[in-house]
């Protein structure tokens, strides 16, 4: 039997179902999440041994409310309250123990109290864990402004305090009196309390263990998110391009901090495809100006993003200086920095010139990390203009700053100029070493066709991907200007046969149908083809917003830039309308999740149907050119010919 009080507990009302509460109880499971997590770092010894009884706490939390939330009982009020009351007093004893110079020792005799003082107080009373709870942060505010005093590090920051003020607030708004209280909303304001107050559980860590060591690697929260954010570029890059090809990824260095260098020749698009490619997000570095646009600056924030002020964009290129040290911070740290030293982006045929800021960068750290790589990442895109191309990520081989034996710049304001320049030089090579190098954008675009009819016709059972493409792409192009010029011709006679007959080259070709694709394809359409037809008309809309609005930009180099964030967007608010249109209240959710789900189903079934009906056309068109085909088929073989020739393939 519940009662009335019950019925209503945390504003969220109690059902019969399996679980009373459904919203606070599944979000508990925050705390489970965070103390597994920091119970990882302890594990891998990136914390003291002592913060293992802290996230057995949280883990136990979490459980607890869990169990409390699915259903009221003694018990379960029991397994909620103890491991709250362990909690605070094991945060209260820390800061006691650091001022007295023993805080895991006396955080562990927190914990004990805690346990032993919430067993008997809850026995007598339910609400006595309230009572340790208070008495915690007492000692908790008394110990850190003694602390303080004292000269030692803050732990309870600005930020720090902002976000329990707003856990606070919203523990406020989920008691059963506040007015906006809806016990039937899947909006739970005490849902959001669990997921606040979890993630100032691992603020904390990071911060107390952080006071004891300045030195020690990046915050568990910063590495967090940079993770989830690195998962979340790869799923978009793979969601916006047909195919992304990573090469020589290996020779990424797991046990030293990196400098990332890389082209920069697609907008916003590349720092997506580099956090992909490195599976993690880097501390990009980005030109001052877009902290003037409002609405970006929550985004930076999130990503870490350091501005970098250029005279050109009328900032004060002095300010770099504090940029440049948090660049040396973080790299003393062992993360991994990203640079586009080019500087601006654009549709190059070529890398432009490099700019010395990387090695500015690379010769500060050095002090500080001396074991620093650097590595050149090099983009590449099919097309920068169609919705889904292909892309190839190619990873260099790293710099090893030390090894070059540069002049010592220890101790001074700026590195030696020489130094810089000869490293600039390094970086600029390596990074042409992987990046596209042609003479014009038109010769990059027939060179990469010539290689790609080539690399088709050395594969029988499969179509080539970009990355082999590429490659032989940019040794056609490295060709002194005669050999260079004998492949351009060949394909501009192969080029005018194909559109007399208006065909393309891989009709021309009968390009290979992967038919385990096809035939999965198939077995979908005849399992599920009014729903995979019901999604696809879900995302119209979306994708006609993203070809209308590709469409009217200029620029090829923001094409991909707008094509992303308008796809993202529009994505976005497909799922959210069709989650309240389909779904109604908590299965809202779902139905935005069935869709998303739909739509990568419908980006993999579709695909491979419309190139074997393009298959099928184009073979058809074939034998009514007759004759024709003579000739073209004669060109196309030409050209094949010549590339491997010049190539030295023959």
């Known amino acids: 039997m519940v009662t009335a009080t019950e019925e209503f507990s945390d504003c969220e009302r109690r059902n019969d179902g399996w679980i009373d509460q459904d919203v606070n109880a599944w979000t508990s499971l925050a705390y489970v999440a965070v103390g597994l997590l920091i119970a990882r770092e302890v594990w891998t010894s990136r914390l003291p041994r002592s913060i293992a009884a802290f996230a057995v706490v949280l883990v136990l939390e979490g459980a607890g409310s869990f169990l409390y939330h699915a259903e009221a009982t003694g018990l379960s009020q029991a397994l909620h309250d103890v491991p709250l009351a362990a909690m605070v007093a094991f945060i209260a004893g820390w800061h006691v123990g650091r001022v007295v110079g023993a805080p895991g020792q006396w955080a562990i005799g927190g914990l004990a109290v805690g346990v032993a003082s919430g067993v008997g107080l809850d026995a007598i009373d339910v609400q006595g864990v309230n009572v340790i709870v208070g008495v915690g942060v007492v000692v908790i505010i008394v110990s850190e402004f003694v602390a303080r005093r004292r000269g030692m590090s803050p732990v309870w920051t600005g930020g720090l305090l902002v976000l329990v003020a707003v856990a606070v607030g919203f523990w406020l708004f989920g008691t059963p009196t506040s007015p906006v209280c809806d016990s039937d909303s899947w909006v739970q304001p005490h849902g959001v309390w669990h997921v606040l107050t979890a993630v100032v559980a691992l603020v904390w860590v990071d911060a107390a263990v952080g006071a004891l060591q300045p030195d020690r690697p990046p915050l568990l929260l910063r590495r967090g998110t940079d993770r989830v954010v690195g998962l979340l570029a790869m799923v978009l890059v793979h969601v916006f391009h047909r195919s992304v090809d990573v090469r020589g990824r290996s020779s990424l260095p797991v046990d030293r901090p990196v400098l990332i260098v890389a082209n920069h020749g697609n907008g916003f698009v590349d720092p997506i495809v580099v956090a992909a490619g490195l599976r993690r997000l880097p501390r990009f570095m980005a030109k001052a100006a877009l902290w003037k646009v409002t609405v970006a600056r929550p985004l930076l924030a999130v990503a870490g993003v350091l501005p970098v002020y250029r005279s050109s964009d009328g900032d004060r290129s002095s300010d770099n200086r504090s940029v440049f040290e948090a660049c040396e911070r973080d790299l003393a740290r062992g993360s991994i920095v990203a640079i586009f030293p080019e500087g601006t982006t654009g549709d190059r045929a070529g890398l432009d010139r490099v700019r010395s800021g990387a090695a500015r960068i690379a010769l500060g750290a050095l002090p500080v990390a001396p074991d620093l790589a650097i590595v050149p990442i090099g983009l590449a895109f099919e097309s920068k203009v169609e919705t889904r191309s292909r892309t190839v990520v190619m990873f260099g081989e790293p710099i090893i700053v030390a090894d070059h034996q540069l002049g010592d710049s220890t101790g001074a304001d700026e590195p030696d100029r020489n130094d810089v320049r000869v490293l600039t030089t390094i970086i600029s090579e390596a990074l042409e070493a992987v990046s596209p190098q042609f003479a014009s954008v038109d010769e990059r675009e027939m060179l990469r066709a010539a290689a790609r009819i080539e690399r088709d016709d050395a594969s029988p059972r499969r179509a080539a991907r970009f990355g082999e493409v590429e490659v032989v792409a940019r040794r056609l192009a490295a060709l002194d200007d005669h050999d260079r010029g004998d492949v351009i011709e060949r394909y501009r006679d192969y080029a005018t046969r194909l559109t007399l007959v208006e065909l393309d080259d891989r009709q021309v070709a009968r390009v ?114 007759g004759s024709l085909m003579v000739g073209v088929l004669a060109d196309r073989r030409a050209l094949i010919d010549v590339v491997r020739t010049r190539l030295g393939q023959r």
């Open 512 to 625: 290979r149908v992967t038919w385990w694709r096809l035939v999965l394809s198939a077995v979908a359409i005849f399992l599920a083809g009014p729903l995979l037809l019901t999604v696809t008309l879900i995302f119209v809309p979306a994708a006609v917003a993203v070809v209308v609005g590709t469409a009217l930009v200029r620029s090829t180099a923001t094409k991909g830039t707008v094509r992303f964030l308008l796809g993202l967007v529009t994505g976005l608010l497909t799922l959210i309308v069709s989650g309240i249109v389909i779904g109604d209240g908590a299965y809202a959710l779902l139905a935005a999740s069935a869709v998303a789900v739909g739509g990568v189903a419908a980006l993999l079934v579709w695909p491979p149907l419309v190139r074997f009906a393009g298959t099928i056309v184009g073979r058809l068109t074939a034998r009514d050119r």
